[in-house]
């Protein structure tokens, strides 16, 4: 089931947790009807003991989200007019490389992808050429 943020309000929270305390429902009821478990029960309780008119279960991202809006536009661009090429039954395609996809926007040293230098030095060892002495 979703985050509890996201299904209740924090009036609703606070409606269910004051009857419990006063004893009008039970334990269980409360934790049916916010489907959290035992231990997410207490620590909710907990926390509208200590200030019942200001709980809250309002949920702020403390990190970055993983891709910025331009970074995702600009994959979104390239996916886009690589699909064309797939698409286009005039060019033999038969499968897709992201890897290529990938190398391409790195080589466009696009800033709001960031720098990758591990997987850059990783992905660059896997895709060396063979040497002569290593040949077929």
Not at 10 to 25: C, D, K, P, S, T
Not at 112 to 119: I, N, Y
């Amino acid at each position: 089931m979703g985050q509890i943020h996201k299904r209740f309000t924090n009036e609703q929270i606070r409606f269910l947790f004051g009857a419990y305390v006063h004893g009008h429902i039970k334990r269980m009821d409360v934790q049916e009807a916010l489907a959290i478990g035992k231990s997410r029960f207490f620590e909710l309780l907990r926390e509208y003991r200590q200030a019942p008119e200001t709980l809250s279960v309002s949920y702020e991202r403390s990190t970055p989200p993983r891709l910025s809006p331009a970074a995702e536009a600009a994959i979104k661009a390239e996916l886009l007019r690589e699909k064309k090429l797939v698409e286009d039954p005039r060019l033999p395609i038969s499968g897709y490389n992201y890897s290529a996809l990938r190398d391409r926007l790195r080589k466009k040293r696009n800033p709001c992808l960031g720098d990758d230098d591990h997987g850059a030095r990783q992905d660059a060892g896997l895709l060396q050429a063979p040497t002569q002495e290593e040949g077929p």
